[in-house]
């Protein structure tokens, strides 16, 4: 009862501070605006929400600036998805999101074409954002940076992805580019869209928790009977096959056959229909949708992330960065991923046995999974080698302690 309670008495607080705070207000002016145009959201988005929570906590005059229904007119496909809210969608999500996160109510404001917006600086991700905002900062005069993660519309060679970078490389209001895969880098370099000092290089990206080295880590055949391979991911497509669910599914049977003691636990917004699993429901696990407080023990019992992913799959170029599961390699989870575009020599793992790269036969797949069962004790060592340069490159104050001094140099902001 208590819980309904709060729900609705956060669900007024929101409808208070939207009517006194912004529907009457005509001009709002902060040091930072940050374009997360995902949130808020009516759950934990991620690592978008660990970012944008060390932003709230670190720079006082600082706000997310929601899109509104038709504020941004886009006529590119990939900015179509966006979310563009009207005032009661907004305030529900912002009800919901002050749940999770209490305190960030009156972080967030809900663009209107008719009000003055003014800032030292606007920060966020992806092209797709970034241009769906980029009318905004040109009316107002607003200087942006943003990071050009993998996704988000950024596609190797793609038409409108090179007319996006083009527009927003193109802008007065451009100040710097931060990107996190070499591949990325590369990219921009050769196509001539900006040039090596309106880059920032740091290889990576933020987990949603700290790491912990001192957490215990559950082991096969010492602590627990099962051997856990998890598959954590957001669906994008019918069958997931971009982030390689069918080969994780068929990889299971293969698993699952052979040996009764292999669970699989699948995270985010997946389920048994998907792909059929006919025989094999015992185990294979589906958690749903979590929020980053599920993590940290979750992966505790987890002994491999399986990432069979690939490119080319929601549209011409796309690609992830690599590897994904970071928040598992820094827990102590074995990686095994894809690597279709090499990127694994030029990042800081490619001296370790981890992340290992395999393919998308899942036959294959299975065969090297099989393979650790023989030898435990060396794979756990590299499992600790994996989390320890993992601790070293994505821990959470080291990026986002990068961002955060960029931020506040080209901004000016104390």
């Known amino acids: 009862m208590g819980q309904y309670k709060n729900k609705y008495k956060n669900l007024l607080k929101t409808i208070c501070l939207y009517l006194t705070q912004q529907a009457s207000q005509k001009e709002?002016?902060?040091d930072l605006?940050?374009?997360?145009s995902h949130l808020p959201a009516k759950?934990?988005?991620?690592?978008?929400?660990?970012e944008s929570n060390y932003y709230f906590e670190n720079i006082e005059s600082c706000a997310n600036l929601s899109l509104s229904k038709k504020s941004v007119e886009v006529s590119i496909p990939y900015c179509r998805a966006l979310p563009q809210n009207n005032v009661l969608t907004f305030i529900g999500k912002l009800a919901k999101y002050e749940n999770i996160f209490p305190g960030v109510t009156n972080k967030f404001l809900l663009y209107h074409k008719m009000k003055q917006y003014h800032a030292k600086l606007a920060y966020g991700i992806f092209i797709n954002n970034t241009y769906a905002y980029l009318p905004i900062f040109e009316k107002f005069r607003i200087p942006f940076i943003f990071v050009l993660y993998p996704g988000g519309g950024f596609g190797l060679n793609n038409y409108y992805s090179d007319?996006?970078?083009?527009?927003?490389?193109?802008?007065?209001?451009?100040?710097?580019v931060i990107v996190t895969m070499p591949v990325t880098k590369k990219y921009l370099l050769a196509k001539g869209f900006c040039t090596e000092k309106d880059i920032e290089y740091i290889y990576g990206g933020i987990c949603q928790f700290k790491s912990d080295l001192s957490a215990h880590k559950f082991k096969y055949k010492q602590d627990k009977d099962t051997f856990d391979i998890c598959f954590v991911a957001h669906k994008y497509s019918s069958f997931g096959e971009d982030k390689g669910y069918d080969v994780v599914i068929e990889t299971a049977k293969i698993l699952i056959s052979k040996n009764k003691d292999f669970h699989i636990h699948v995270v985010g917004p997946w389920h048994k229909n998907i792909i059929d699993i006919d025989g094999f429901e015992d185990n294979i696990h589906f958690y749903g949708a979590r929020n980053g407080k599920f993590f940290p023990e979750f992966y505790q019992r987890m002994d491999i992330f399986l990432s069979p992913n690939r490119t080319d799959r929601l549209?011409?170029?796309?690609?992830?960065?690599?590897?994904l599961g970071i928040e598992g390699a820094v827990s102590g989870v074995y990686l095994m991923s894809t690597d279709p575009l090499n990127m694994k020599p030029e990042t800081p793992f490619k001296d370790l046995k981890a992340p290992e790269i395999i393919n998308t036969n899942p036959k294959d797949v299975a065969d090297k999974i099989l393979a650790k069962l023989y030898n435990l004790d060396e794979f756990y060592y590299n499992s600790k080698l994996l989390q320890q340069k993992a601790i070293e490159i994505f821990n959470q104050d080291y990026q986002m302690e990068?961002?955060?001094n960029l931020i506040k140099e080209i901004g000016g902001i104390k």
């Open 28 to 30: 709002f002016s902060r």
């Open 163 to 176: 007319k996006m970078l083009q527009e927003v490389f193109s802008s007065k209001m451009f100040r710097k």
């Open 33 to 36: 605006f940050l374009f997360y």
């Open 315 to 323: 549209f011409l170029g796309n690609f992830d960065g690599f590897p």
């Open 402 to 404: 990068f961002r955060l």
């Open 43 to 50: 759950h934990s988005f991620g690592f978008q929400s660990a």
